[in-house]
C-alpha cells in the first residue's frame, strides 16, 4: 500500500524494532511461510512459485525493495502473475474456452447480481477509475439494468473501458448464454464460471498480503463501487475509501473460488 498512513505504519513498525526485510532476499525468505488462507494446499504451493519466481527476477534486475514492496501491496504483482498464469492456460485452453458462447454485446455477465461486482486489486482500481473518469455523466450501465456495471454501454451493451476492466472480467466465460441470463435473474444455471487461472491470481494476492504482515497493508476493493465512483465523479481517494473491503473478503473470495473450481 502506498498510501502516506502505511508508510508512516511500516516506518513506526522498523523504529519499533519489528523484523522487516533489508532485501528481496529476505522478503523471498518469507514466502514459504507465507499462507492464502481458504484456497487449498495446491494452489497455495502454486502461488508461493509464483511468488518466489517474481521475487528472484526482481533481485535479478536489481529492483528496490521499496518498489517491489508497493508492488505487492498494490496488486500490480498479482496482476502481471495473474496474467501469466491465464497466458499459461491458455496454452492448452479448457474446452469451455473453445466452446464459449461470448460475443460483444452479450452482457448478462456485466449485471452484477451480487451487487460488489468481484474483487479486484489496488492497481486494478485505479486504473478502472482513471478510464472511467471520463466518461462521468454519459449513459452507462444502470440504464439498461439496474444492477449492470457503470462501465456498460446501455445501447451496445460492450464494456466501456475493455482495456481496462479488470482480471475478474477477463477470466469470465460461459458456454451458454441463456445461463448467464438465468444467473443474472436470480438463478443458479450451470455452464459460466471464472478461468482455473484466477485461483492463481487470487492465491498470488493472498500470499502477498500475508506476506507482507506488519510491513505494509494489502487491500482488495469492490469493483462494482469503483466503477459507480468513477461515473458519478468522486475522487479517487474517495472511491477507494467507500469500495475497500473489509479484511475478510479476500478469504471469503478465495474459498468460494476454491469451491468453485474452474474451466
Ligand atoms: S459470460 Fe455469458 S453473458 Fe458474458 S459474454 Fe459470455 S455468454 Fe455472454
Ligand atoms: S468492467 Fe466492463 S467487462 Fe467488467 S463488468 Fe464492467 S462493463 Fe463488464
Not at 18 to 29: F, G, N, S, V
Not at 142 to 161: I, K
Request: aromatic share 2%.
Amino acid at each position: 500500500m502506498t498510501s502516506r498512513a502505511d508508510r508512516r505504519r511500516a516506518q513506526k513498525g522498523a523504529r519499533g524494532g519489528a523484523k522487516r526485510p533489508a532485501t528481496i532476499a529476505d522478503l523471498a525468505a518469507r514466502v514459504e511461510r507465507a499462507r492464502a488462507p481458504g484456497l487449498g494446499r495446491s494452489a497455495e504451493a502454486r502461488g508461493r512459485r509464483m511468488l518466489a519466481a517474481y521475487l528472484q527476477t526482481a533481485a535479478a534486475h536489481g529492483l528496490p525493495l521499496s518498489r517491489v514492496v508497493a508492488d505487492l501491496a498494490e496488486g500490480a504483482v498479482t496482476l502481471r502473475l495473474g496474467e501469466v498464469a491465464r497466458d499459461s492456460l491458455m496454452q492448452a485452453p479448457p474446452p469451455a474456452v473453445a466452446n464459449a458462447a461470448c460475443a460483444d454485446g452479450c452482457a448478462f455477465c456485466c449485471i452484477l447480481t451480487e451487487g460488489d461486482g468481484g474483487l479486484i486489486t489496488e492497481t486494478e482500481a485505479r486504473r478502472l477509475h482513471a478510464a472511467l473518469t471520463p466518461l462521468a455523466g454519459q449513459p452507462e450501465g444502470r440504464a439498461w439494468h439496474a444492477a449492470a456495471c457503470p462501465a456498460l454501454d446501455p445501447e451496445t451493451r460492450s464494456c466501456r473501458v475493455y482495456e481496462a476492466r479488470p482480471t475478474i472480467c477477463r477470466s469470465f466465460l460461459s458456454v451458454d448464454a441463456a445461463a448467464c441470463e438465468t444467473n443474472a435473474n436470480g438463478g443458479e444455471a450451470e455452464g459460466a464460471g471464472l478461468l482455473g487461472s484466477h485461483v492463481d491470481y487470487l492465491a498470488v494476492q493472498a500470499l502477498a498480503r500475508d506476506l507482507l504482515k506488519g510491513i505494509a497493508r494489502v487491500p482488495t476493493y469492490a469493483m462494482a463501487r469503483v466503477a459507480a465512483g468513477a461515473v458519478e465523479g468522486e475522487s479517487l481517494d474517495d472511491t477507494l475509501d467507500g469500495a475497500r473491503h473489509g479484511s475478510n473478503v479476500l478469504e471469503r473470495t478465495c474459498r468460494d473460488a476454491a469451491k468453485a473450481g474452474g474451466a
